[in-house]
C-alpha cells in the first residue's frame, strides 16, 4: 500500500491540538501550589519521573514525564492529567540497513482522565493525544469497575478506540494513512482469603488501516542469489546481504490485524517476608499467526518500615508471524516474477525470546506524604531469524518522586 495524498481537511492541527491538551495538564500542576496552601485533605497527589533505556543496537530512549491527581472521593474517584515526552536517539541496524546514519526524533503524549464513584460503580474517561514528526494519534478509553457483592470480588470493564494517522516526516501534512484501533478487556479480581489476590484478564484487540512502516525497505532475493551465497559460504546478514539482494521493496503487512491476550496474576502476602510473593503469566495470539507467552516472578520485601525491594524476573517467548521469512524470494515463474505479497523487517514479528531481571527500591516517608524510588533491569534478546540481528542486550533505569502536598 502506497501512502496516499490526503484531502487538506484531514490535516490536524498536530501543535495546536498537543498544546491545548498539555496546557491543561499543567493547569492542574499548577493548582498543586495553590492547594498546599488553601486544602489540607491530602487530595492532590503529584508524581514525576524519568526512564531512561540503551541497548547494544545504538537505541537510547530518554522519557521524563509528570502526572498529577485530584482525589474525588476514596473509592477511586480522581481527575487525573499526565504529560510525558520521549526523546529517540538510533541508529541501529534497521535504520543503518537502509542507508542512514540515524536519527533523532521527539515524541510528545499527554492524557487527561477522570473517574467518580458512585456506591459499587466506578465509570471513567480518558483521553489521550500523542504527536510526533510523522505520526499523530488521538484516542479515548471508558472503564468500569464494579464491586459484586463485596470488595472481595471486582469486575472490570474497559473499550478504547484511537484513530491514528502515520507518514513521512518530510511529507507528512500532504500524504499520510490512517489506523484505526479498537481494545475490549476484561478482568475479575478475587480475594482467595485475606492474604491471596487472584485475577484473570481478557483482551481483544483489532487493528485496521496503514500498519506497514513508512521507512522500511525489504530486500529480495531469487534463489539463483541464494544458490550463490551458499556456494560462497557466506551466510546472509547485516553485512553481506546487500551484495546477493536483487531488489528492495517497500515493505507491507496485512491491514488487518486482531488479537487476544488472556493473563493472571497471583499474589500473596507473606508475613515472615513483611511484603509478598507474585506470579504474572500472559498468553497472546492474533490473525497473523503470532503466539507469545509472558512469565513473570516477584517478590516484595520490606526492609523496613520506610524502605522496601521488589526483585522480579520477565521471560518473553515469541513464534513469527505467519508471513515473515528471514529471507524473501521472488518466484520467476512464468509470465513475469512474483513478489511475496507480504513482507516485512520489523524483527517484532520474528521468533525471539527476551530475559529480563531487575529489581526495585522505593523508600517512603514516615508521614507516606512523599516516596522516591529506582528502578533497574538488563535484558537480553536473541533473534533466530532476523537477518541484521541475533541478538540485543538492553538497559532500563527508571526513577521517579510522588508527593502529597
Do not use: C
Not at 514525564?65 to 474525588?72: A, D, G, K, M, N
Amino acid at each position: 500500500m502506497q501512502l496516499r495524498r490526503a484531502p487538506s481537511r484531514r490535516t490536524l492541527p498536530k501543535g495546536a491540538a498537543f498544546a491545548a491538551l498539555a496546557f491543561a495538564a499543567l493547569l492542574i500542576s499548577a493548582l498543586v501550589g495553590i492547594s498546599a496552601r488553601v486544602d489540607a485533605d491530602d487530595k492532590w497527589r503529584l508524581a514525576l519521573d524519568t526512564l531512561v533505556y540503551a541497548d547494544g543496537d545504538d537505541v537510547t530512549v530518554v522519557t521524563p514525564q509528570t502526572s498529577v491527581r485530584y482525589l474525588l472521593d476514596e473509592d477511586g474517584g480522581e481527575v487525573r492529567a499526565r504529560v510525558g515526552v520521549d526523546v529517540v536517539s538510533a541508529a541501529s541496524v534497521d535504520v543503518i540497513a537502509q542507508a542512514t546514519r540515524g536519527f533523532r526524533e521527539v515524541r510528545t503524549d499527554a492524557t487527561l482522565g477522570v473517574s467518580k464513584a458512585f456506591g459499587d460503580w466506578l465509570p471513567s474517561f480518558d483521553y489521550h493525544l500523542s504527536t510526533e514528526s510523522d505520526y499523530l494519534s488521538n484516542g479515548g478509553r471508558l472503564g468500569l469497575r464494579a464491586r459484586l457483592g463485596s470488595p472481595d470480588t471486582v469486575l472490570q470493564l474497559g473499550y478504547g478506540f484511537s484513530s491514528d494517522l502515520v507518514g513521512r516526516r518530510e511529507s507528512f501534512d500532504q500524504q499520510h494513512e490512517s489506523v484505526r484501533t479498537h481494545r475490549a478487556d476484561v478482568s475479575l479480581t478475587q480475594a482467595l482469603g485475606p492474604r491471596t489476590l487472584l485475577r484473570g484478564a481478557v483482551t481483544l484487540t483489532a487493528r485496521s488501516g496503514f500498519q506497514s512502516k513508512p521507512y522500511r525497505f525489504v530486500p529480495l532475493f531469487d534463489q539463483a542469489a541464494l544458490d550463490r551465497a551458499r556456494a560462497d559460504g557466506v551466510e546472509l546478514d547485516r553485512s553481506s546481504f546487500a551484495a546477493y539482494a536483487i531488489n528492495r521493496v517497500p515493505e507491507r503487512v496485512p491491514d488487518e490485524r486482531v488479537g487476544v491476550a488472556m493473563a493472571g496474576r497471583l499474589l500473596h502476602y507473606v508475613r515472615a517476608l513483611r511484603g509478598s510473593l507474585r506470579l504474572d503469566y500472559q498468553v497472546y495470539l492474533d490473525s497473523w499467526g503470532l503466539v507469545a507467552n509472558t512469565l513473570e516472578p516477584a517478590v516484595t520485601l520490606g526492609l523496613s518500615r520506610e524502605w522496601s525491594l521488589v526483585a522480579y524476573g520477565r521471560v518473553y517467548l515469541q513464534g513469527n508471524a505467519s508471513f515473515w521469512r528471514r529471507t524473501y524470494v521472488v518466484q520467476s515463474a512464468a509470465p513475469s516474477p512474483t513478489i511475496p505479497t507480504y513482507r516485512s523487517l520489523d524483527r517484532e514479528l520474528s521468533k525471539f525470546q527476551t530475559y529480563t531481571l531487575g529489581a526495585r527500591v522505593e523508600w517512603t516517608a514516615p508521614d507516606a506524604r512523599f516516596a522516591f524510588f529506582v528502578d533497574g533491569a538488563v535484558a537480553y534478546s536473541h533473534y533466530e531469524q532476523f537477518l541484521y540481528l541475533e541478538e540485543r542486550v538492553a538497559f532500563i533505569g527508571l526513577a521517579g518522586v510522588r508527593w502529597t502536598p
